[in-house]
């Protein structure tokens, strides 16, 4: 249980991130989902979470960043980037994410920002469910490695089966579109 001694020398800036994908399916339906849909909820179900952490341990929060339909496979999101310039110019000095994939999941910038960058701007980084506060000793370092290197695995291991689905749907003649083209209708034939 991560908690905050001295929390009045910090200012929050609490992260939040959910990306969209949208999946061919057999029959060439397309659904929409989100990432960890059933694990994480929504953008507002992050927020929710992130102001109550902060509320039972008695920090300020200074804004949100959210950055809703971002893959954390890139770290150039437009509020990710607005959290980074804060950082610059002093703003915030605690940043607050649900878990460690919602910051990102790509290892090496993950250990760039922990071990790195937050270090030298003076900046504490705290992953709630992951049990990572960089403000705390107890935090282990090949643990918080070893969450970032899961979470690129993860990433790279749905790319790779997303890849072969559509493979064998193209082998098979399966209709390959998302969208039809101009005036007709996406069936599926029967032979």
Not at 1 to 16: F, Q, R, S
Not at 67 to 92: T, V
Not at 131 to 150: L, N, P, R
Request: glycine share 6%; charged share 30%; proline share 2%.
């Amino acid at each position: 249980m991560i908690t905050i001694a001295n929390p009045e020398k910090y200012v929050a800036g609490l992260y939040e991130r959910l990306s969209n994908e949208k999946i061919e399916v057999g029959n060439g339906e397309v659904l929409e989902t989100k990432e960890d849909e059933l694990e994480s909820g929504s953008i507002s179900t992050q927020k929710l979470f992130n102001e109550n952490f902060c509320k039972e341990n008695n920090v300020r929060i200074y804004k949100h960043y959210s950055d809703d339909g971002y893959s954390g496979a890139s770290f150039d999101r437009p509020d990710f980037n607005q959290m980074i310039q804060d950082i610059e110019n002093k703003k915030i000095n605690l940043i607050i994410v649900k878990d460690l994939s919602r910051f990102g999941r790509l290892s090496s910038k993950i250990s760039y920002y922990l071990e790195e960058f937050f270090i030298e701007k003076g900046v504490r980084f705290i992953a709630v469910t992951d049990d990572i506060d960089t403000g705390s000793i107890e935090t282990s370092e090949d643990m918080m490695q070893f969450k970032a290197f899961f979470n690129e695995w993860f990433l790279r291991d749905t790319s790779r089966k997303v890849r072969n689905g559509k493979k064998t749907r193209a082998r098979e003649g399966k209709v390959m579109t998302t969208y039809p083209t101009y005036r007709l209708q996406k069936r599926s034939i029967r032979l």
